[in-house]
């Protein structure tokens, strides 16, 4: 078995500490144009073939509480009535966008959020009926149907009418165990509730449970992390996404009510996520790319093993081939060389609906460049290792020649050993894996250094 170890070099990732994209499609979403149009994002579902299988992304914006730390895309409120409008719009939509394609086979949803068990069962159901309506799901068992799943905002018997609406993958967000730093969040979510939750989910069929923490909280310290990590450990996810906190509260309201001199040093952040990473990998974790950790026999671990791991806006994926169709405020989907994006407002996504509209706000059709330049970042962040070879046969091109700026700006990476590369080959070390952002932006054509600054998260 490939096995990627990480290795830690702390001089290294203060050198190339830096901001940087995450890379969930390439050109990123700052790239997206609102030259792009509704008619041409109908086209464009026009334009998929019978014989293509789809995923369906389903985004449901409302929480019931605010986490500080947040930077989605989210509407806060107790008031459920108005979810109620939200869910008929959102049919209306699935219902116009099926009508585009001629293609009808779904093997893949996915519900995100905001909270999408914000909603209750009845609603959750009710959308269920309209996309098995719409579309043909040829074998349940086999399609991926995955929700993520905030314990607080659900209740434990309704795990089993999840698993009766078809839903066999789950996502949960925890971020920390600790109760000052829960308190410091606004997320006061006991272990007890998150186990108990698990334990359900596993009994009723759920596969590849996720767990979500953070760190770079308040309050946090290795100690504390140590003491979270146990518990995670101990109820064993599936799946572990570590997400960096990025303290932007210029830019995200609520990170204002953060207290930034509560805050750890970078120091003790670094040292945080050093433990982090030896401990998951001490506790059988393999370590997947950016922040996330899988056990091996879970579906990420094996795609990456058998080199089919891809990237999408719900971060790693097993599927590339599908077309992947958004629908809901904001949501993002890309079909083949187009993304699309809706509307972010709830309000002007009601009137355009409302009118039978297709509630576009923007999108990007990726030139033949922006298509050689995905297939090299992505490669390099599922597998990292790229065929220079593979690259020149998919796109007529002479690697060298076309990438002959950016084999130069490589040069301080080969130097400090997190990258090999010859005639073959670039691949990246255990040295570098963990600064595989940076890497990858060296390909990115549209990045200079003031966006670097200013619009993404620390890469570690
Ligand atoms: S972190 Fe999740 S639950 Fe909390 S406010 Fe943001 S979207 Fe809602």
Same mark, same amino acid.
């Given at each position: 078995m490939k096995t990627i170890t990480l290795e830690w070099d702390k001089d290294l990732l203060n050198k190339y500490d830096i901001s940087g994209p995450r890379y969930t499609s390439y050109p990123t979403a700052l790239e997206f144009?609102?030259?792009?149009?509704?008619?041409?994002?109908?086209?464009?579902?026009?334009?998929?073939?019978?014989?293509?299988? *789809?995923?369906?992304?389903?985004?449901?914006?409302?929480?019931?509480?605010?986490?500080?730390?947040?930077?989605?895309?989210?509407i806060i409120t107790k008031d459920k009535s108005k979810s109620s409008e939200y869910v008929k719009y959102l049919i209306k939509e699935i219902q116009l966008v099926s009508k585009q394609l001629k293609a009808k086979t779904l093997r893949q949803i996915h519900w995100g959020g905001g909270t999408p068990t914000y909603l209750t069962m009845e609603q959750i159901s009710e959308i269920m009926q309209t996309i098995r309506g719409c579309f043909t799901i040829p074998n349940e068992s086999s399609t991926e149907i995955s929700i993520e799943v905030d314990p607080r905002a659900l209740a434990i018997n309704d795990i089993k009418a999840l698993s009766l609406l078809g839903f066999n993958r789950m996502s949960m967000g925890v971020q920390d165990f600790d109760p000052k730093v829960q308190a410091s969040?606004?997320?006061?979510?006991?272990?007890?509730?998150?186990?108990?939750?698990?334990?359900?989910?596993?009994?009723?069929g759920f596969q590849s449970i996720n767990l979500d923490l953070i760190?770079?909280?308040?309050?946090?310290?290795?100690?504390?992390?140590?003491?979270? *990590?146990?518990?995670?450990?101990?109820?064993?996810?599936?799946?572990?996404?570590?997400?960096?906190?990025?303290?932007?509260?210029?830019?995200?309201?609520p990170q204002r009510r953060i207290n930034s001199s509560e805050l750890p040093s970078a120091f003790e952040k670094l040292a945080i996520f050093e433990y982090i990473i030896k401990k998951l990998q001490a506790n059988g974790y393999l370590y997947i790319g950016m922040d996330h950790f899988a056990k091996p026999n879970d579906e990420l671990a094996i795609a990456q093993q058998n080199n089919c791991l891809h990237r999408n806006f719900q971060g790693y994926t097993t599927h590339e081939e599908y077309e992947l169709i958004g629908v809901g405020v904001s949501s993002i989907g890309s079909i083949g060389g187009q993304y699309h994006q809706n509307i972010r407002d709830v309000e002007p996504y009601y009137e355009a609906l409302s009118q039978d509209l297709l509630p576009t706000w923007r999108g990007a059709s990726m030139s033949f460049d922006d298509k050689v330049r995905k297939a090299v970042i992505f490669g390099l962040i599922c597998h990292f290792e790229i065929s220079k070879k593979e690259i020149e046969e998919t796109f007529a091109i002479d690697f060298n020649q076309y990438f002959r700026n950016e084999l130069d700006l490589l040069t301080p990476f080969i130097t400090d050993g997190l990258l090999k590369v010859d005639g073959e080959v670039i691949q990246v070390t255990n040295r570098g894996r963990l600064l595989i952002r940076n890497i990858c932006m060296m390909f990115d054509i549209y990045l200079n250094e003031m966006q670097i600054i200013k619009s993404f998260s620390k890469v570690i």
């Open positions: 144009s609102e030259d792009y149009q509704r008619e041409d994002y109908i086209t464009c579902l026009n334009s998929v073939s019978t014989d293509k299988s *789809l995923s369906l992304y389903i985004h449901i914006p409302f929480c019931q509480n605010i986490c500080y730390y947040c930077a989605c895309n989210k969040i606004n997320r006061v979510q006991s272990f007890e509730m998150t186990r108990d939750m698990m334990v359900e989910a596993r009994k009723h760190y770079g909280l308040p309050h946090q310290t290795r100690d504390t992390f140590k003491a979270t *990590l146990d518990k995670v450990i101990e109820i064993s996810p599936d799946r572990i996404s570590v997400f960096n906190y990025a303290h932007l509260p210029h830019r995200f309201k």
